[in-house]
């Protein structure tokens, strides 16, 4: 049976990180990051790596990570998520990391990735649902030549791991290839181009089972993430409605305002249940086509409502720089994107589920 | 404390000293009750072992792997539900030991008489007026939306004992005799063309005052353990995917492609995910209740399926295309047993409807939500300190 609860552990993890994203990504530090030459914030990732050990929550301990699982993973994200913390902790220790652990020859590069000592990121394009075809590099004279877009964190990462026309997965150190940054939606997890002109690269395994793995897992664990943002958003309004005054009244006492955010409540809910049946479909192995399907076809329509709905709520303030609903919002329309649309997981489910199209 | 062990041997023991085979089936529930097997976490002579209401399911299942008969609770709902938690949390021991067994056996049906024409959503403010006269009340007024009224040897009532303070503090309640000559129960047809519910008039009604439920103007807190155990009963059923209103528009639409459209198949799709979403809630919601969290989700859940059923069932009168012009039997008919998804589509659309408004209308349970969960500020009130015989009506 799915567990669909927080245990005593997991929410002891959420305290911890959340402690931490307290004293260190505060919401105007963020901001101001944003637009500087460096979006990502390596001081936290070290603390979240380093320090907490978060990195490798999905290696097992035996080959250099903690051996925890999706579930513990799924509560890393919920709390960055809330935070919009610009850290490439979904991009490596989820995408990248998946895609290791379904390569034979990916051991040492693994254990490096699980240290969060080496960042690494998966050269498909973020909007791309798992099962979906990708775009790869061509493979000459066994190095690699050509362009992939829209890599979210390649600016942070240190290794690529890339597809080759010959069907195989590459890695692909950082200094073997150019970077250059696109202009983001979400400046918070910014996408890149990324050229290979004879670039170097060690092959890991085969590409397709890699990325479908890498995918599906990133897909389901988005919804927390997702759930994070949403949560934010509903809290910080609330908060925020029972402080503002207008006509002689707290906002967030007028019935019209009440019932949006009742509404926006229960979706919430919803989204809770679904992240974490997805977390843990994930985690068991049980059921997980459909788990993450489910969640994510629920998750990004609430996310960016809940972003929206607060953004509206707030009234002006909400609609400034300085304000960080706005930060919510971008990563919450990014995120709808990422890994499949919620129209990509119901065309999904429809197969799933025997639902067939006309 | 007794565990799951003592209970499975407690219940051999029952079946051994009244084989379900050769046993009437009311003899057997009622032996099942003064062995304390009835509702396990219910006190000790009172069909309980004070045991943990988790432990329940290990009786059922014992008595359910030998086809051990059951009160059919579905038939009996209203008692199970609603007046038993009310009884045992407020009754003297005569009442809890007058009422509670044959409540549970089944032998007597229990209606509820809560609503009124002029108190729906504001059910503080109703009307029915007893007055007190001698060692008995003689009961005055209307009641609406009963369910099983004309079956039920007993109802739950409250009544306007005291109208000249504000509205909740005057309100009293009663266990009523519904064999009064005073009760007249008239069916209440609905869209559907059914009876479900019922009108019931009650004209100089005699309730001797040991059937008073708690304190003479105590009835609207005493009232509240009746409500909220309503709207656990309501949103809390447990369901397998595809178990609740999506079930048959998912089955049609498998069997019947030539049904199918593009517009249909998104609509479709979107309102299963919701459907398994809510499911998942409910699941979630449950398994907080059996950890011992305290969750809110419950609130909700009322809330989530009202829609889902009028949505997904307003979806599936389209699907039929030619047939979803036809209805199956619009005649005037009184069933025991209501079934939101038996029938046809055409009553699973109408019989929706009345989803977001049984139980509390979905705007009332918003503002609860709002309130009690968000922590938003109160409606405004401007009824809280005037006297029930002043209000605006």
Same mark, same amino acid.
């Given at each position: 049976?799915?567990?669909?609860?927080?245990?005593?552990?997991?929410?002891?993890?959420?305290?911890?990180?959340?402690?931490?994203?307290?004293?260190?990504?505060?919401?105007?530090?963020?901001?101001?990051?944003?637009?500087?030459?460096?979006?990502?914030?390596?001081?936290?990732?070290?603390?979240?790596?380093?320090?907490?050990?978060?990195?490798?929550?999905?290696?097992?301990?035996?080959?250099?990570?903690?051996?925890?699982?999706?579930?513990?993973?799924?509560?890393?994200?919920?709390?960055?998520?809330?935070?919009?913390?610009?850290?490439?902790?979904?991009?490596?220790?989820?995408?990248?990391?998946?895609?290791?652990?379904?390569?034979?020859?990916?051991?040492?590069?693994?254990?490096?990735?699980?240290?969060?000592?080496?960042?690494?990121?998966?050269?498909?394009?973020?909007?791309?649902?798992?099962?979906?075809?990708?775009?790869?590099?061509?493979?000459?004279?066994?190095?690699?030549?050509?362009?992939?877009?829209?890599?979210?964190?390649?600016?942070?990462?240190?290794?690529?791991?890339?597809?080759?026309?010959?069907?195989?997965?590459?890695?692909?150190?950082?200094?073997?290839?150019?970077?250059?940054?696109?202009?983001?939606?979400?400046?918070?997890?910014?996408?890149?181009?990324?050229?290979?002109?004879?670039?170097?690269?060690?092959?890991?395994?085969?590409?397709?089972?890699?990325?479908?793995?890498?995918?599906?897992?990133?897909?389901?664990?988005?919804?927390?993430?997702?759930?994070?943002?949403?949560?934010?958003?509903?809290?910080?309004?609330?908060?925020?409605?029972?402080?503002?005054?207008?006509?002689?009244?707290?906002?967030?006492?007028?019935?019209?305002?009440?019932?949006?955010?009742?509404?926006?409540?229960?979706?919430?809910?919803?989204?809770?249940?679904?992240?974490?049946?997805?977390?843990?479909?994930?985690?068991?192995?049980?059921?997980?086509?459909?788990?993450?399907?489910?969640?994510?076809?629920?998750?990004?329509?609430?996310?960016?409502?809940?972003?929206?709905?607060?953004?509206?709520?707030?009234?002006?303030?909400?609609?400034?720089?300085?304000?960080?609903?706005?930060?919510?919002?971008?990563?919450?329309?990014?995120?709808?994107?990422?890994?499949?649309?919620?129209?990509?997981?119901?065309?999904?489910?429809?197969?799933?589920?025997?639902?067939?199209?006309? | 404390?007794?565990?799951?062990?003592?209970?499975?041997?407690?219940?051999?023991?029952?079946?051994?000293?009244?084989?379900?085979?050769?046993?009437?089936?009311?003899?057997?529930?009622?032996?099942?009750?003064?062995?304390?097997?009835?509702?396990?976490?219910?006190?000790? %002579?009172? /069909?309980?072992?004070? @045991?943990?209401?988790?432990?329940? *399911? =290990?009786? +059922?299942? #014992?008595?359910?792997? $030998?086809?051990?008969?059951?009160?059919?609770?579905?038939?009996?709902?209203?008692?199970?539900?609603?007046?038993?938690?009310?009884?045992?949390?407020?009754?003297?021991?005569?009442?809890?030991?007058?009422?509670?067994?044959?409540?549970?056996?089944?032998?007597?049906?229990?209606?509820?008489?809560?609503?009124?024409? %002029?108190? /729906?959503?504001?059910? @503080?403010?109703?009307?029915?007026? *007893? =007055?007190? +006269?001698? #060692?008995?009340?003689? $009961?005055?007024?209307?009641?609406?939306?009963?369910?099983?009224?004309?079956?039920?040897?007993?109802?739950?009532?409250?009544?306007?004992?005291?109208?000249?303070?504000?509205?909740?503090?005057?309100?009293?309640?009663?266990?009523?005799?519904?064999?009064?000559?005073?009760?007249?129960?008239?069916?209440?047809?609905?869209?559907? /063309?059914?009876?479900?519910?019922?009108?019931?008039?009650?004209?100089?009604?005699?309730?001797?005052?040991?059937?008073?439920?708690?304190?003479?103007?105590?009835?609207?807190?005493?009232?509240?353990?009746?409500?909220?155990?309503?709207?656990?009963?309501?949103?809390?059923?447990?369901?397998?995917?595809?178990?609740?209103?999506?079930?048959?528009?998912?089955?049609?639409?498998?069997?019947?492609?030539?049904?199918?459209?593009?517009?249909?198949?998104?609509?479709?799709?979107?309102?299963?995910?919701?459907?398994?979403?809510?499911?998942?809630?409910?699941?979630?919601?449950?398994?907080?209740?059996?950890?011992?969290?305290?969750?809110?989700?419950?609130?909700?859940?009322?809330?989530?399926?009202?829609?889902?059923?009028?949505?997904?069932?307003?979806?599936?009168?389209?699907?039929?295309?030619?047939?979803?012009?036809?209805?199956?039997?619009?005649?005037?008919?009184?069933?025991?047993?209501?079934?939101?998804?038996?029938?046809?589509?055409?009553?699973?659309?109408?019989?929706?409807?009345?989803?977001?408004?049984?139980?509390?209308?979905?705007?009332?349970?918003?503002?609860?939500?709002?309130?009690?969960?968000?922590?938003?500020?109160?409606?405004?009130?401007?009824?809280?300190?005037?006297?029930?015989?002043?209000?605006?009506?």
């Amino acid at each position: 049976m799915t567990d669909l609860l927080y245990s005593e552990e997991e929410e002891a993890l959420r305290a911890a990180v959340r402690d931490l994203l307290t004293d260190h990504c505060d919401a105007a530090g963020v901001i101001a990051r944003s637009e500087s030459d460096a979006p990502h914030d390596m001081e936290l990732w070290k603390l979240l790596a380093d320090g907490m050990g978060l990195a490798g929550l999905l290696v097992p301990e035996d080959r250099g990570g903690q051996g925890a699982s999706h579930r513990e993973a799924a509560v890393v994200l919920e709390e960055l998520g809330r935070a919009v913390a610009p850290v490439p902790y979904l991009t490596s220790a989820v995408v990248a990391t998946e895609a290791l652990l379904a390569c034979d020859d990916s051991a040492e590069l693994l254990a490096r990735l699980a240290s969060g000592r080496t960042i690494g990121a998966l050269a498909v394009a973020l909007h791309l649902a798992p099962g979906a075809a990708f775009p790869a590099v061509r493979l000459e004279d066994g190095v690699l030549h050509g362009e992939l877009t829209g890599i979210a964190d390649a600016s942070a990462a240190d290794v690529l791991l890339v597809p080759a026309d010959d069907g195989g997965l590459y890695a692909v150190e950082r200094d073997a290839v150019t970077v250059v940054p696109q202009v983001s939606l979400d400046l918070t997890r910014p996408v890149a181009r990324v050229r290979f002109e004879g670039a170097a690269g060690r092959r890991l395994g085969d590409a397709e089972p890699a990325a479908r793995r890498a995918l599906l897992s990133a897909a389901g664990l988005l919804a927390s993430e997702q759930l994070g943002l949403a949560d934010w958003s509903l809290t910080e309004t609330v908060r925020y409605l029972k402080e503002r005054k207008q006509f002689n009244r707290p906002v967030g006492g007028f019935q019209a305002l009440k019932h949006r955010l009742a509404q926006l409540w229960l979706e919430v809910a919803g989204l809770r249940a679904a992240a974490r049946g997805a977390a843990d479909a994930l985690a068991t192995g049980e059921d997980v086509d459909v788990a993450v399907a489910v969640a994510q076809a629920y998750a990004a329509p609430v996310a960016v409502r809940a972003a929206e709905e607060a953004l509206q709520l707030h009234g002006g303030i909400g609609m400034t720089w300085e304000h960080p609903v706005h930060l919510c919002l971008k990563r919450a329309k990014a995120d709808s994107l990422a890994y499949g649309t919620a129209g990509a997981h119901r065309g999904a489910l429809a197969e799933l589920v025997d639902l067939q199209a006309p | 404390m007794i565990d799951a062990m003592e209970l499975r041997s407690r219940t051999q023991e029952l079946l051994a000293t009244h084989p379900p085979a050769t046993t009437d089936r009311l003899d057997f529930l009622g032996a099942r009750f003064d062995a304390g097997l009835a509702w396990v976490h219910y006190p000790e %002579g009172l /069909g309980g072992l004070g @045991a943990p209401r988790s432990l329940q *399911a =290990v009786v +059922d299942a #014992e008595l359910e792997a $030998v086809g051990a008969p059951d009160n059919d609770p579905r038939r009996i709902g209203i008692g199970l539900g609603m007046a038993a938690p009310t009884i045992l949390g407020f009754g003297t021991e005569e009442q809890k030991r007058r009422y509670l067994r044959p409540l549970w056996t089944g032998e007597e049906v229990w209606c509820q008489l809560f609503s009124e024409p %002029g108190a /729906g959503s504001d059910l @503080a403010a109703l009307g029915t007026r *007893a =007055v007190r +006269d001698g #060692e008995e009340w003689v $009961v005055n007024g209307q009641k609406v939306w009963t369910s099983s009224a004309h079956l039920a040897r007993w109802a739950i009532l409250i009544a306007r004992t005291d109208p000249d303070v504000p509205k909740h503090r005057g309100i009293t309640y009663f266990i009523c005799d519904m064999t009064d000559p005073g009760v007249e129960v008239r069916p209440l047809r609905q869209i559907t /063309g059914e009876a479900e519910f019922n009108e019931v008039f009650l004209t100089d009604v005699r309730i001797p005052d040991s059937r008073r439920l708690g304190g003479i103007g105590d009835g609207w807190r005493v009232a509240q353990t009746t409500l909220m155990n309503e709207r656990v009963s309501i949103g809390g059923m447990r369901l397998p995917r595809e178990g609740g209103m999506i079930g048959p528009v998912a089955k049609t639409w498998r069997e019947r492609p030539e049904l199918r459209t593009h517009d249909l198949h998104q609509r479709l799709l979107k309102l299963w995910v919701e459907a398994e979403v809510a499911r998942l809630t409910g699941e979630r919601l449950r398994q907080q209740l059996v950890a011992g969290q305290p969750g809110y989700e419950g609130s909700g859940m009322k809330l989530s399926f009202a829609r889902l059923n009028q949505e997904i069932s307003g979806l599936e009168v389209e699907l039929l295309g030619e047939e979803g012009l036809l209805y199956d039997d619009w005649t005037m008919r009184r069933p025991e047993l209501v079934d939101f998804t038996g029938r046809d589509a055409g009553y699973r659309y109408l019989r929706s409807k009345g989803n977001s408004i049984e139980g509390g209308t979905s705007e009332v349970l918003l503002n609860i939500v709002a309130e009690r969960v968000l922590g938003l500020p109160a409606e405004p009130r401007t009824d809280k300190d005037v006297a029930w015989k002043d209000l605006a009506r």
